[in-house]
């Protein structure tokens, strides 16, 4: 049972433009949620991570859109870069639960094109 | 990923063989993770351990074992290896206390025959 879905599979985004990514969660015990970066031949690496009790992070270009109700959230990249072209996985974390296991989406590979 | 280390990075070998992969950290930290990457799949999380007597299974220990021989070393064997193993596999740390973040290795490209 996938208890992250993450959406799109693969995205395409002009030099410039906005890039989206939506994931969606079904277990209210999650209580963390990061977004892993991963470039080719590198491991993830933490780009940006949100608690819910705040609906929105920003860090520079990259912010984190938080919808408790409906159990999303998504990261937007704005002015998007050609260097910014890599896989992006989204995460929960169950911490107040006593977890230490984090659930990843399947996640999106991203190409911004020039 | 200069404070995660895997060894080897890219490994081929044959069905039926045993094989170990390691992972070594320099930060100290006391969780330690192992996963298995796929296209398409995102991350699976094997084992973790949070101290060297803790050993916990993840989502898809089948056909796996891990070794906790010290604080900053962690291993993953495939006793008898099967070419759906073929994969990435992450190591990955992290600590207890204060920030939640998982410091991922640079993986492991493992092929079986």
């Known amino acids: 049972q996938q208890q992250v879905k993450q959406s799109p599979q693969s995205l395409i985004v002009q030099k410039g433009g906005i890039s989206i990514i939506n994931c969606a969660y079904e277990?209210?015990?999650?209580?963390?949620f990061p977004w892993y970066q991963q470039f080719p031949g590198k491991g993830p690496a933490l780009l940006i991570a949100?608690?819910?009790?705040?609906s929105e992070k920003k860090e520079g270009r990259f912010t984190i859109s938080f919808n408790k109700s409906a159990k999303q959230f998504s990261l937007h990249i704005m002015d998007s870069q050609p260097g910014d072209s890599a896989t992006y996985f989204c995460?929960?974390?169950?911490?107040?639960?006593?977890?230490?296991?984090?659930?990843f989406g399947k996640g999106t590979k991203l190409s911004v094109i020039p | 990923d200069a404070d995660v280390t895997q060894t080897p990075r890219n490994r081929i070998t044959k069905t039926g063989k045993r094989i170990m992969l390691e992972c070594s950290q320099t930060?100290?930290?006391?969780?330690m993770y192992w996963y298995r990457q796929d296209p398409g799949l995102g991350l699976q999380l094997i084992y973790y351990s949070f101290d060297v007597k803790d050993i916990n299974k993840g989502e898809i220990s089948d056909g796996y074992s891990v070794s906790r021989q010290a604080q900053a070393k962690f291993s993953l064997s495939l006793e008898s290896a099967i070419p759906n193993q073929t994969a990435l596999y992450f190591c990955a740390i992290a600590t207890s206390g204060g920030s939640d973040t998982q410091y991922f290795g640079p993986g492991t490209r493992l092929t079986v025959l």
């Open positions: 949100i608690r819910p009790d705040v």
């Open positions: 995460a929960a974390y169950a911490y107040g639960a006593g977890s230490y296991q984090l659930t």
């Open positions: 277990n209210t015990a999650f209580d963390y």
């Open positions: 930060k100290g930290h006391d969780r």
